[in-house]
């Protein structure tokens, strides 16, 4: 349920998109992020800083969308998301004493300190990767092929490396012994 919470503003986007163009989606996706952000607020009485951060670059680059009349700046918002991700990842193997993918991930799982540590460079590779992946097809396709792209593309690559992070992670994670029953 909360992967569709987070994915509601970007939702919203493709579907105005599609029914009135770049200029009211990127209206509807910043009203979205609002609601969003309100939302959360009000059902935790806690800000969460994905949300914050993302509201954040959709209000100066979609206001920059909207004011100038031109949509490159809406186009290179995942871009300077997945690109501020992706130093925040970097930047946790030289701040602290464990990874960002250890302190969101170690309550779930416990995998060896390399494999975290690995985990962390294949976020920070991921991010970077998707980043400039969105600002190619921004800059080298049309408007619709990039809509597109950012609806179906980065979620699906998203999707994609989520499942072979938990293929990877599935060699390390001990498997609970069954007990036998009593009789």
């Known amino acids: 349920m909360k992967f569709l919470f987070d994915l509601f503003p970007i939702i919203l986007f493709y579907v105005a998109y599609q029914l009135y163009g770049i200029y009211v989606a990127t209206a509807v996706a910043i009203a979205a992020a609002f609601a969003q952000t309100g939302l959360f607020w009000l059902k935790t009485r806690r800000f969460e800083n994905m949300h914050l951060v993302v509201l954040g670059i959709l209000v100066v680059f979609g206001g920059l969308t909207l004011l100038l009349r031109d949509p490159i700046f809406i186009m290179w918002k995942p871009t300077l998301v997945n690109w501020l991700f992706g130093a925040v990842f970097l930047g946790s193997h030289f701040i602290g004493n464990r990874t960002i993918a250890e302190r969101l991930m170690s309550k779930a799982i416990t995998v060896p300190d390399p494999v975290w540590i690995r985990l962390n460079i294949a976020w920070t590779s991921f991010f970077l990767l998707v980043g400039a992946l969105n600002i190619f097809v921004a800059y080298s396709f049309s408007e619709e092929t990039w809509v597109n792209f950012k ?10 490396f989520v499942f072979g992070q938990a293929f990877y992670l599935s060699r390390y994670m001990e498997v609970a012994e069954e007990k036998e029953p009593e009789q």
């Open 151 to 160: 609806m179906f593309g980065i979620i699906g690559l998203t999707l994609a």
